[in-house]
């Protein structure tokens, strides 16, 4: 039996680890061919590549950084040339630098944006240029909860996935008559090396608020993304899914 993206080619930035790494190994399980992209981390990244082997998938590392214009185009030029095609860009790398706003530095300010949401203009702009050329391509930007409620402590990342939103919702309805799709997903609190810095006490307190009562998995986030990049999804465009255990529906006492 054909799997779902079998034959298409994805590129996950950030795909060394955490959120991303899960995204690589579900898009691979689904039949695409996955880069995985990452700046510094090349033994979390090979890690990731063994694993997606292991079950096994296809795929293959690629060392770019998202800030740096010249390496993303040369990284979505170099993946086309060997592979002929691009169906699906995850752009999922991302950083926190959190602190409250009086206390914040204007490098902590630029380096979230310049990851969180600057990166992602380069990125979607050398896969979306290939994608609409080929009439076809689904872009699914990462977001955060953070992104649609307060968070004292992260001005400079609720911005950046503020910000997301909003290229998300134009760049879809810019698109969409090449047959472009993007989507816009905001997961909530998720366990990866991201979340190390919070305290017992605040993780607790997230869980109490959440409906579900609990963090989300990986692998959760990782299914909802295969199933938003193929096929069946593919009168979805434009529209913000949250991913959050209910947190959404309590969002007012969100401000933590
Ligand atoms: P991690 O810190 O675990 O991983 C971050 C990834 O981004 C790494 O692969 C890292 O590569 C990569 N990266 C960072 N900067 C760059 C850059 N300039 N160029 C290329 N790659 C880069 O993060 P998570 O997995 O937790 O988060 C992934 C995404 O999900 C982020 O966008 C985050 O904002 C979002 N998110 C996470 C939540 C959570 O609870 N964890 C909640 C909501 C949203 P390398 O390994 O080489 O450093």
Redesign the pocket.
């Known amino acids: 039996m054909m799997a779902a993206l079998d034959g298409q080619v994805a590129v996950v930035?950030?795909?060394?680890?955490?959120?991303?790494r899960a995204m690589a190994l579900e898009l691979a399980r689904r039949g695409a061919r996955v880069a995985i992209?990452?700046?510094?981390?090349e033994k979390?990244?090979r890690h990731t590549l063994e694993q997606l082997r292991a079950a096994g998938g296809q795929g293959f590392l690629y060392q770019?950084?998202?800030?740096d214009p010249k390496q993303v185009e040369g990284m979505f030029q170099d993946i086309f040339k060997q592979h002929r095609r691009l169906d699906i860009l995850i752009n999922?790398?991302?950083?926190t630098r959190d602190a409250y706003f009086l206390m914040m530095n204007a490098d902590d300010w630029r380096e979230v944006l310049d990851?969180?949401l600057n990166?992602i203009f380069h990125c979607s702009k050398a896969a979306v240029r290939i994608m609409a050329g080929q009439r076809r391509g689904v872009v699914i930007n990462?977001g955060?909860?953070a992104g649609l409620v307060a968070m004292p402590g992260q001005i400079n990342y609720s911005a950046a996935k503020s910000g997301l939103l909003g290229f998300s919702r134009s760049l879809a309805r810019e698109v969409a008559a090449k047959n472009v799709r993007i989507m816009h997903v905001a997961?909530?609190?998720?366990k990866?090396?991201?979340?190390e810095t919070l305290s017992k006490d605040f993780i607790a307190e997230t869980c109490r608020l959440t409906p579900l009562g609990r963090w989300g998995l990986a692998e959760e986030l990782a299914a909802l993304v295969g199933f938003l990049a193929g096929d069946e999804a593919r009168c979805f465009s434009g529209q913000t899914i949250t991913i959050d255990g209910g947190r959404g529906a309590v969002e007012s006492e969100f401000g933590l």
Do not use: Q, Y
């Open positions: 930035t950030g795909g060394s680890r955490g959120l991303g992209n990452f700046r510094r981390n979390e990244a770019a950084d998202v800030t999922n790398a991302g950083i990851v969180d990166g990462i955060s909860g997961p909530g609190f998720f990866t090396e991201m979340a």
